[in-house]
């Protein structure tokens, strides 16, 4: 659907030449829009700003669209929408089979890589912003009609497999009967020894050549650590109500066979150099180069984001491919996709996106922690949310506090506050869509119905009208921008209008045609939060 204010944008783009930089009015005795596309042009031309207004106004022709135009102070125009054309769009909305977003004319396939927790060890807070915000991706590009490919990297490889394994021969345990807690623990008792214990470092390492090399005891035990880990992982994904599942694996394991080769024709190519016995790639505007191969022969973290980007595009056809991680490694990102782009594993014609997100915060403004003071894992997280709310309501909280900041921002967990029904939180928006639901429930019950938007008289039902004509521009800009946080606004906006709007306008106790249009508007915005709220993963109940 195209909403209204792109459609005067365009109108007033095609009269002027110029971008007219369309603003919602400052006040509502404005109209709705705003634009100074006038003073602009006057400036270039030299001529009184009101006069290039008033020549705009004559040569433009919405008169379907708006009321009589109107030049304001210094040379503002001022756009007010008609009230049958704001009732048809809301109309529209409710009857669009898309729910009021616009489908992509050319769609991509989008591999989106998030989550990616390691095995044994605790998802921690981190693992919950990149899981919660991949998700929201996944939703909203999935929406759109892209094919999504969720790619979920877990950490199931690399050298601390060495120090994992002696440490379960060493104890003498069944690897495969443990909790995840456990492995956790056993993981930190592993690296405690490994940094004091030089005997048991020198066997960690050498059980790291054994493992890579095949050695049939090593891997065994590898194998039941990543088995009693991806449940785990599973339950975490189950509690946070997201998409992804075992099919989205793509471990770094999966990799290890590609990295050999990967590298050797890096070589050959003259892409990577050796450098200090090392193999490296070097990329302008980065100081140190991007190890591929290190001196000991061993391949780490990039060579293997490196092997994993081929396979996209090669074998997944990616156009383009998003990243969620934490935002220190925003650096290790760019220089993996100059270096891929060097190497023409990257072709110009897929994108590469880094999103990363800050950190949680507890009251304190330190890094969240729970109660007894360890770093907190994503359960914890949650039950101390679900301590002051239902789940459902507790996760909507967590979600919301998540997306509803820019990604970049630290954000602080203050899951009484996150919790509350006033204010900018999930719990508030999932309460007005509560509301507005109970509304309509109790007009079914009535046997009142309700048909289109046809009468909006009141500045609050045409203001709300016009918001929801915006939502498929909303997210559109959050698929583009990857910023949820503008769909969160949006929302928040929107069940502001809502909430102005029953103090102006009564519903059940309206008659006639003004109650059928204000119960279908109703009925619009219902489906609007409601789809907006699944679009970030927060589930709207019925009733609250
Ligand atoms: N496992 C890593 C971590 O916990 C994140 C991996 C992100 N994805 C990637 N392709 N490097 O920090």
Redesign the pocket.
């Known amino acids: 659907m195209q909403s209204l204010p792109a459609l005067l944008d365009a109108r007033l783009r095609a009269v002027t030449g110029v971008d007219p930089e369309m603003r919602p009015a400052t006040k509502p005795q404005f109209g709705h829009f705003q634009s100074n596309v006038a003073l602009r042009l006057a400036k270039q031309e030299g001529r009184p700003p009101r006069e290039v207004a008033a020549d705009i106004v004559a040569r433009l022709d919405v008169d379907d669209l708006c009321e009589p135009l109107e030049i304001a102070g210094p040379g503002f125009i001022n756009f007010r929408m008609r009230s049958e054309v704001l009732a048809d769009a809301a109309t529209a909305l409710l009857e669009d089979p898309h729910g009021g977003l616009n489908p992509v004319a050319y769609p991509q396939r989008v591999v989106i890589?998030?989550s990616?927790?390691?095995v044994a060890k605790q998802m921690?807070v981190?693992?919950l912003r990149?899981t919660i915000i991949g998700d929201c991706f996944h939703r909203v590009l999935a929406a759109l009609g892209h094919t999504v490919i969720p790619?979920n990297?877990?950490?199931d490889w690399g050298t601390q497999f060495g120090m994992l394994i002696e440490e379960v021969l060493d104890e003498g345990i069944d690897a495969g009967s443990l909790t995840l807690d456990e492995a956790d623990a056993l993981y930190k008792r592993a690296a405690a020894r490994f940094r004091e214990d030089e005997e048991f470092a020198t066997r960690a390492r050498a059980r790291v050549s054994a493992f890579q090399g095949g050695d049939e005891e090593s891997l065994a035990i590898w194998r039941q650590l990543v088995e009693i880990s991806k449940p785990a992982f599973n339950e975490a994904y189950r509690r946070l109500g997201v998409l992804l599942t075992d099919d989205d694996l793509a471990g770094?394991s999966t990799y290890n066979d590609d990295l050999p080769v990967l590298v050797r024709e890096l070589e050959e190519s003259g892409v990577a150099v050796v450098d200090d016995g090392a193999l490296c790639v070097f990329v302008d505007g980065f100081e140190a180069p991007l190890i591929v191969r290190k001196t000991d022969g061993g391949y780490g973290?990039a060579t293997?984001?490196l092997a994993?980007i081929r396979r996209r595009v090669r074998d997944l056809h990616a156009d383009r491919i998003i990243?969620?991680?934490?935002a220190r490694?925003a650096g290790?990102?760019a220089q993996v996709f100059a270096a891929a782009r060097k190497a023409g594993f990257l072709p110009g014609h897929v994108t590469a996106q880094h999103v990363g997100y800050g950190m949680v915060l507890g009251r304190d403004g330190k890094p969240f922690k729970t109660r007894d003071g360890s770093a907190a894992t994503l359960g914890s997280l949650l039950d101390a949310a679900e301590e002051v709310a239902a789940p459902n309501i507790a996760l909507a909280a967590i979600k919301y506090a998540d997306l509803s900041n820019g990604l970049q921002k630290d954000y602080t967990f203050d899951a009484e506050r996150m919790v509350q029904t006033t204010g900018d939180t999930g719990p508030y928006l999932q309460y007005a869509h509560a509301r507005v639901t109970q509304i309509l429930r109790k007009a079914a019950a009535e046997n009142i119905s309700w048909g289109s938007v046809t009468v909006l008289e009141e500045p609050a039902e045409q203001q709300l009208a016009l918001l929801l004509s915006g939502f498929g521009d909303v997210v559109d800009e959050v698929a583009h921008s990857l910023q949820p946080h503008k769909l969160c606004h949006y929302l928040y906006d929107l069940a502001g209008a809502l909430a102005s709007f029953y103090e102006a306008c009564p519903v059940l106790k309206s008659e006639g045609d003004v109650r059928a249009s204000r119960l279908a508007l109703c009925a619009a915005t219902q489906q609007v939060l409601a789809r907006g709220l699944g679009l970030l993963g927060i589930d709207a109940p019925e009733r609250m």
Request: proline content about 4%.
């Open positions: 890589d998030y990616a927790p390691n921690h981190g693992h990149t790619q990297h877990i950490g770094e973290y293997t984001d994993a990243y969620v991680t934490d490694q290790h990102f």
